[in-house]
């Protein structure tokens, strides 16, 4: 299938710049036995006993460096995740220009990572020259935001789920950002139960496929957790609510390997046959993205509809955007 089949044109203007001022503000484009107008706040009135509401717990690193070089030239680093010996891996920019073993320096001139060599991916591999990675992060890092967001002094907790746990991750489960303390326990209040896993957001996951056909992209690899007792609950439901195309990832690799925790590079295409879960609530995604081509295997080609239908009822884009709830099959 060709990937021209997912795109679509999303006017500049329709891209979400901020988040709203409460979370659950957001508009939900409901479509189950008919399509409504609602809002995230109305999420709950959706459920039923029976449910399983199932969140991503992950959490953003700090994992944005702006550092220099010997020469005062500036490097950014972005650390993707730990690989081994105390490594980590690392989008570098410039790459092609620093050697392996220079050393990267702060503000004031302290020496504070090492880059090392280029990994089969592209990537970088750096480490802390005095300390552990994870507090360099905790001093010079920041939150890194999508680069379709033009303004950086957003508040950065807003990229942060509010039950955000497990500090993994580049980037944020967006579909949980519109949810609430309150509307978790309204999730609860009507007869369902909520549940978390981790999945730890990569860098991949918003990109673009480069590939002219949708086959011949190469899905990238993620870590994922699932505890049994949570595992038991989500085979037990009368439903299964995810919130997020990683929720998604998550649990049908669950169901496909049967490991409640590895790695996946799981790549939900059409055909593609769902195990786990009935319905997902989601942001507005990217043209030509793999989470486009995972929504049209969940529900079919009437994504189409859906998103020219938000277009033109001035729906906001993207990760601080609106969203949707949807069924399998429909």
Known sequence: MDISNFDYDLPKDSIAQFPLSQRDESKLLVATKAVEHMHTRDFPSLLGPGDVVVLNETRVMPARLNLRRLTGGAVEVLALE??????????????????????????????????????????????????????????????????????????????????????????????????????????????????????????????????????????????????????????????????????????????STGRLEGRTKLYIKPGFQFRVVDSLLTNFHLPKSSLLVMIEAFMGKSWKNLYHLALKEGYRFLSFGDAMFIERGG
């Not at 990267?104 to 005095?130: F, M, N, P």
């Not at 807003?158 to 955000?164: D, E, F, P």
């Not at 086959?215 to 690899?221: A, L, N």
């Open 82 to 255: 730990e690989a081994d010996n105390g490594r980590w891996e690392a989008l570098v920019r410039p790459s092609r220009k620093i050697q392996v073993g220079e050393e990267l320096l702060d503000q004031s001139g302290k020496a504070v990572l090492r880059i090392e060599e280029v990994t089969h991916k592209g990537t970088r591999y750096i480490s802390s020259i005095e300390t552990e990675m994870r507090e360099i992060l905790s001093v010079y890092g920041e939150i890194p935001l999508p680069p379709y967001i033009e303004n950086n002094e957003i508040d950065k907790n807003r990229y942060q789920t509010v039950y955000a746990q497990n500090e993994n991750s580049v980037a944020a489960p967006t579909a949980g950002l519109h949810i609430t303390k309150e509307t978790i326990d309204r999730c609860e209040g009507a007869g369902a139960s909520v549940v978390t896993v981790n999945l730890s957001v990569g860098i991949g996951t918003f990109q673009p496929i480069a590939t002219d056909s949708i086959d011949e992209h190469v899905m990238h690899s993620e870590r994922y957790s699932v505890e049994a007792d949570v595992w038991e609950t989500i085979q037990k439901a009368k439903r299964v609510i995810a919130v997020g195309t990683t929720v998604v990832r998550t649990l049908e690799s669950v169901a």
